[in-house]
């Protein structure tokens, strides 16, 4: 490691542990080559459809034991 990245990291080492991880993730995402800058947008604008289909009482939802039993019959089958 060089000695100007060892002088970075001394650095944030002493930042506080919330800005230590988003200075991460910052530094993650600047290695990610090729994404598409586009898919985040999508997720988001898709969280948001279905935020509201949930707020609205349009999309059908269902109780963790009726999930969870629905996954066991499931499970039992195979």
């Keep these: ?4 990245a060892d002088t970075i990291l001394g650095t944030a080492l002493t930042l506080p542990a919330d800005e230590r991880a988003w200075l ?3 530094l ?3 290695l990610e080559e090729g994404e598409d ?3 985040e947008a999508a997720w988001a604008a898709e ?4 935020i509201a289909e949930v707020d609205s009482g349009e999309a059908e939802t ?3 034991e009726e999930a969870r039993a629905r996954i ?3 499970l039992a089958k195979s």
């Excluded at 969280?47 to 279905?50: A, L, Q, W």
């Design 72 to 74: 066991r019959a499931t």
């Design 47 to 50: 969280i948001e459809k279905r």
């Design 24 to 26: 991460a993730a910052e």
């Design 28 to 30: 993650i995402a600047s």
């Design 37 to 39: 800058t586009g898919v």
């Design 62 to 64: 269902t109780s963790w």
């Design 1 to 4: 490691m060089s000695t100007r």
